[in-house]
């Protein structure tokens, strides 16, 4: 006749507990460590970089959204082109300017900005698809359009994104110049706000 086994279930009982508590403990100290990572993590930290503070993605998922602005100098009309379209890149834009009168405008690019989220101001350069660089004035004929590239460049003259670095969005910038047209001159700025 067989006998139940009475002494042997105790001690496989408190080994299932004390497993039990294991996981458990386990359990907690995955949960608070993460806890602590996620909070670590949030912006406000000020224990951890700048660098960390923002968890950005290193390939930029979504394309660049824009906004395109003709600010008429004071006392002057309606700007004699359009900007027909535009395409913002790190550190970089693209405007596509169009003439849709009968005889050519002179544009002659004065000055700009572009000026980072943190409201850090770089130089620009200014090439367009005709002459490639753009230091000279620049012809837009009658009926015709012209892309120009607005580009962010270093102290030394050299593009942002040649030496590594990138102009993530949001950023603007801003164009000044003027537009002749037979004996009419137009001075403005265009600013190009990317989100």
């Not at 406000?44 to 824009?66: A, D, M, V, W, Y």
């Not at 000026?115 to 753009?134: N, Q």
Request: proline residues 6%; aromatic residues 6%.
């Amino acid at each position: 006749m067989e006998q139940p086994l009475t002494g042997g279930g105790r001690s496989e009982g408190r080994a299932e507990e004390e497993v039990e508590r294991l996981g458990d403990r386990v359990l907690s100290r995955v949960v608070s460590v993460s806890g602590l990572v996620g909070l670590l993590l949030l912006s406000g930290c000020q224990f951890l970089p700048p660098e960390l503070r923002t968890l950005k993605s290193p390939i930029r998922l979504t394309p660049f959204k824009h906004e395109v602005t003709v600010q008429p100098a004071r006392g002057m009309g309606a700007a004699p082109f359009t900007i027909d379209r535009a395409k913002a890149e790190s550190a970089e834009v693209q405007l596509t300017l169009s003439n849709p009168t009968t005889s050519a405008i002179r544009v002659v690019w004065t000055e700009g900005t572009f000026i980072t989220a943190e409201s850090i101001p770089h130089a620009i350069g200014v090439k367009t698809d005709r002459d490639g660089s753009s230091t000279e004035p620049t012809i837009i004929e009658a009926n015709s359009t012209i892309r120009i590239t607005v580009i962010a460049i270093t102290k030394d003259g050299k593009p942002i994104a040649s030496g590594g670095k990138s102009i993530e969005a949001p950023y603007r910038v801003g164009l000044k110049f003027t537009a002749e047209r037979g004996l009419t001159q137009w001075k403005g700025t265009v600013w190009v706000f990317v989100l």
